[in-house]
């Protein structure tokens, strides 16, 4: 499964994005029963967990993005979202998606990459 994320860019602190993820060449039957995240990686840093979502759209956040992000999923279209809020400096970092945990058959693709100024 190849992932493309996009929506990333560069913002103000306190403002918005929403980013997107597209199972492409996934078909629903592969890309419905997974739970899907998102996470994030600052230069050399470790990958981290940002919010899932599992098919029955339960979802669960780092407590560094509770109350400002959102995670959602459309499974006719084979897309993860993530709707964040009041944006601030530490969320700076490139932003993938995959599930959870993550899949060695999901492949991370390039990324989306969120800029947050001060």
């Known amino acids: 499964v190849q992932l493309q994320a996009s929506g990333g860019g560069l913002v103000r602190a306190g403002g918005s994005l929403r980013l997107s993820c597209t199972a492409s060449?996934?078909?629903?039957?592969?890309?419905?029963?997974?739970?899907v995240a998102w996470y994030r990686q600052e230069p050399g840093k470790e990958r981290e967990l940002v919010a899932s979502?599992?098919?029955?759209?339960?979802?669960d956040y780092a407590d560094s993005v509770n109350g400002r992000f959102t995670i959602s999923r459309d499974n006719a279209w084979k897309r993860v979202y993530l709707q964040m809020n009041n944006l601030k400096p530490e969320d700076t970092a490139r932003y993938y998606c995959?599930?959870?945990?993550?899949?060695?058959?999901?492949?991370w693709g390039q990324g989306t990459q969120v800029t947050v100024s001060s």
């Open positions: 979502i599992t098919p029955a759209r339960a979802t």
């Open positions: 995959n599930t959870y945990p993550p899949s060695p058959s999901w492949h």
């Open positions: 060449r996934a078909i629903t039957s592969v890309f419905n029963p997974e739970t």
